[in-house]
């Protein structure tokens, strides 16, 4: 079971997925905080770092109306969320919302950094691309094309998780640093996109609900791009073609476990 948001209140419902069901769950307690905490709402009156910029760069991604709201929701995640078991009891909550509560503001400013490094990497990344568009191989301009546009889109804050959002702006900068590689040598380009392309193929292609082995497949493919395209901004885990092989199998064995059942 989990408790989900229906707009000016919540309710209880039952998912078959436990992994959908924690999401569920957890926007579920993200509108109780918004009912019940009217100081949570205030926090979108306060002034955020950089934000004059950021907004500008959003303008050029989708709607700035938006942003703020899903930069509080990425703060109360942090907060209340990944670090934290489940709300499951009135009592939970109210001993959540006191512990962790007076962290939000702090946690809101941090997200906020992280966002704008991300803008800006982006727009480093499309003003790079655009201004060398001609010298530019087109398959290598296609795939980072295509690689950005899952990073960054409307709604890119609510939809990337915590642990990630931080590292967004690296990859991107290993994309403009592949874009410079590749207008310098398109052959060693080619090649190194051949490391990845099988992976790239396994999860664009694959069907499967979303799931927690899926997330993290999807991000270790991140990490193991800058492994292959800008090998000198390091990685946040260790990363490889076995390491991804494994990944993709913890996939397919929680994708049967949910058949099976």
């Not at 398959?139 to 804050?157: N, P, R």
């Not at 082995?213 to 990363?239: C, D, H, K, N």
């Amino acid at each position: 079971p989990a408790l989900v948001d229906c707009e000016d209140s919540v309710a209880i419902e039952v998912f078959e997925s436990r992994d959908i069901a924690r999401i569920a769950h957890r926007d579920g307690v993200r509108r109780l905080l918004w009912l019940e905490m009217p100081a949570h709402r205030k926090l979108l009156r306060q002034p955020l770092p950089d934000w004059g910029r950021t907004s500008l760069m959003y303008a050029a991604v989708g709607n700035l109306a938006s942003l703020q709201l899903a930069m509080l929701h990425k703060a109360q995640d942090a907060v209340f969320f990944d670090t934290e078991p489940e709300v499951r009891t009135r009592q939970d909550f109210k001993s959540l919302v006191a512990r962790k509560g007076p962290q939000l503001p702090q946690a809101l400013e941090s997200i906020a950094r992280q966002v704008a490094a991300a803008l800006s990497s982006h727009h480093a990344m499309r003003t790079y691309m655009l201004d060398n568009q001609r010298e530019l191989p087109g398959k290598t301009v296609k795939d980072v094309e295509v690689q950005s546009a899952w990073l960054i889109y409307d709604g890119f804050v609510d939809d990337t998780p915590v642990r990630w959002l931080p590292e967004l702006s690296r990859y991107l900068d290993a994309a403009r640093i592949r874009l410079e590689q590749a207008r310098l040598d398109p052959q060693a380009d080619a090649l190194r996109a051949q490391r990845v392309a099988p992976w790239q193929r396994r999860y664009m292609s694959c069907e499967f609900d979303y799931s927690l082995p899926l997330e993290r497949f999807r991000w270790m493919l991140e990490e193991y791009r800058v492994s292959v395209f800008a090998q000198g901004l390091g990685t946040s885990l260790r990363v490889s073609d076995r390491r991804l092989k494994q990944a993709w199998e913890e996939v397919e064995a929680h994708e049967s476990v949910l058949q099976d059942g």
